[in-house]
């Protein structure tokens, strides 16, 4: 099983929809957790942390449960410039971050 | 600021060829990473650093070599290159192992081997 699983997508949405991306992890002792965004053929930059209770950025919202394993990211109102891939990240306290495979998200006008 | 740059952006190289990737950071991070993405896939932790001196491999460290020998720098060496490191490989640095704001990547080097 993979440390970190996601759905590839794509997520084909209209402009202004909301759509929700899940992600789940593996260990159990994983201590904190991240969405980063990925444009094509970019380096991955950080779009939020993911805390316990929940956490909100603008259109963003971002959800971790820990009894289930898996975080989510919503986003309200899309944006064309939402377009790209979203990565689901999770720190283990091994070595480094360990990075979801990503879910591909294609705003359409 | 700079940030993590990476040098070069590019590069083609033949089966057999070595080559250095080079990673620079100005932020006085101590932990520095090497990471590669395959096509659709996510990235894999090739090497990392907790500091000047310190290495460690990562998930997927064959057919790769790093030195770290000051805190800025971070190169990725490829020794006898084959078509399965065709691959973009992205070096990323960090204040802690575990920091809230996640890591600072440079904008990658696209390999290709033929």
């Known amino acids: 099983r993979k440390e970190v699983e996601q759905d590839p997508g794509p997520f084909n949405v209209p402009e202004g929809a909301t759509v929700a991306f899940n992600c789940t992890y593996s260990?159990?002792?994983?201590?904190?957790f991240f969405w980063y965004r990925q444009d094509c053929r970019k380096e991955p930059k950080l779009l939020m942390s993911?805390?316990?209770s929940g956490n909100e950025d603008g259109r963003f919202t971002a959800q971790l449960n820990r009894a289930s394993q898996y975080i989510s990211l919503l986003i309200r109102d899309s944006k064309l410039s939402d377009s790209a891939t979203y990565l689901c990240v999770v720190n283990t306290g091994r070595r480094a971050l360990t990075f979801g495979s990503g879910t591909r998200l294609q705003v359409q006008p | 600021n700079a940030g993590v740059t990476q040098t070069p952006k590019f590069r083609i190289l033949k089966i057999g060829q070595s080559m250095t990737l080079q990673c620079t950071q100005d932020m006085n991070h101590n932990y520095m990473y090497w990471y590669r993405q395959d096509p659709g896939m996510g990235l894999k932790l090739i090497y990392y650093s907790v500091g000047a001196g310190i290495t460690d491999k990562g998930e997927v460290p064959n057919g790769y070599n790093v030195s770290r020998s000051t805190t800025e720098d971070f190169p990725l060496r490829l020794e006898l290159a084959a078509p399965s490191q065709t691959s973009v490989y992205f070096c990323?640095?960090?204040?802690?192992?575990?920091?809230?704001?996640?890591?600072?990547f440079g904008s990658g080097t696209r390999l290709t081997v033929v």
């Open positions: 990323a640095s960090s204040t802690m192992r575990a920091p809230d704001y996640g890591y600072t």
């Open positions: 260990n159990s002792a994983s201590q904190s």
């Open positions: 993911v805390y316990s």
